[in-house]
């Protein structure tokens, strides 16, 4: 494409920003991913401690040791802090507010309900723990129903870029009305973005979040 350099930086550091933010969004999904697979288990370790007749402090501090990561870094840090005297609902609503996840959510709502109303904790943690199994199941049950609809994405995708190589490898030629001509880069362009809007609808639609 010809264009002035202050568009040619402009679209180098947009790519950029955009590749770095698809990065990061990867990273916490997988972070959150990773998160809600143990998330249960150390709801379980919580409750048999509380049922041992273990303070619910002192229960989120052995949490924080036992459990498998990542969940054993967030209760260590909510642990940490416990210990050395921070409130126990400043804690849980900083831990809620950073890991931005409605399992954990609902774990620190069952706390601080339990801290001013009082109740069996056990129990409340119990019910917690197999909602939030279930809704485990969901997320892997709607993740196997949409697996054909993001592999038959992926495909798509896949599949211009691999006929350009093929084409580029057998007849380069070929390919010079697209990268050699005004014509050929307008219609690269809009090809770039109709297959960017198409997957993204894909991606939408087969997101049942």
């Not at 917690?128 to 485990?136: G, H, K, P, Q, T």
């Not at 495909?155 to 030629?173: D, L, Q």
């Amino acid at each position: 494409f010809s264009m002035s350099p202050i568009l040619r930086v402009t679209l180098v550091f947009g790519v950029t920003l955009l590749a770095m933010r698809g990065a990061y969004r990867w990273i916490i999904g997988r972070f959150r991913q990773r998160f809600l697979a143990v998330f249960p288990d150390a709801l379980d370790l919580i409750i048999r401690a509380v049922r041992a007749g273990i303070p619910a402090v002192q229960a989120i501090c052995i949490a924080g040791v036992e459990s498998e990561e990542p969940v054993r870094a967030t209760f260590r840090t909510m642990g940490d802090a416990l210990l050395v005297g921070a409130d126990v609902k400043d804690v849980l609503e900083r831990a809620a507010g950073r890991l931005q996840l409605a399992d954990f959510s609902f774990f620190t709502v069952c706390l601080i309900l339990q801290r001013e109303t009082g109740g069996n904790l056990g129990e409340t943690l119990e019910s917690l723990a197999a909602i939030v199994r279930s809704r485990r199941d969901i997320r892997a049950k709607s993740k196997a129903l949409t697996a054909e609809g993001r592999l038959a994405s992926k495909m798509i995708a896949a599949v211009p870029f691999a006929i350009m190589g093929v084409f580029y490898v057998t007849n380069r030629p070929y390919l010079q009305t697209l990268t050699n001509t005004h014509a050929g880069h307008t219609i690269l362009a809009v090809a770039a973005g109709l297959m960017t809007v198409g997957l993204w609808l894909i991606n939408k639609i087969a997101n049942l979040d």
